[in-house]
């Protein structure tokens, strides 16, 4: 997949893989579908020339460094039907200065992958900002 700079995944896929798209060095865009409900392991790991990704809110897991390694990634939105974020998940992501995450502080069951964040969710990623959203729960 060294020559694919961009994808589209097909509305009839329930899941990315592991490793799905591990070392697609140009990918720059990827539409993932309302129909996707998880990312796996590694699915998007040193894909270096991606810069944006649309998280739907059908996701409901992100797997151990599904975006490590994605160096020119700035930006991304978890959505809140996020329920579980492996480790290492935005890994050596150089250019990350912006992420926003749900506010799950509100709700009657705090997902356990958000009720700590620790430095390695984030590691040697050089985060600006990070938003938690309030959704009045």
Known sequence: CHKLQSITIPA??????DSAF???????SVTIPASVKSIGNKAFCRCSS???????????SIGNEAFCRCSSLSSI???????SMGHAVFELCEKMNSMVIPDFSKTTLIPYSFIFISQFRFHFT?????????FGK
């Open 50 to 60: 991606l810069t944006s990704i649309t998280i739907p809110t059908s996701v409901k």
């Open 126 to 134: 050089p985060m600006i900002k990070l938003t938690l959203l309030d």
């Open 22 to 28: 591990l070392r697609c060095y140009n990918l720059q």
């Open 12 to 17: 009839n896929v329930t899941s990315i893989g």
């Open 77 to 83: 939105i978890i959505p809140t039907s996020v329920t």
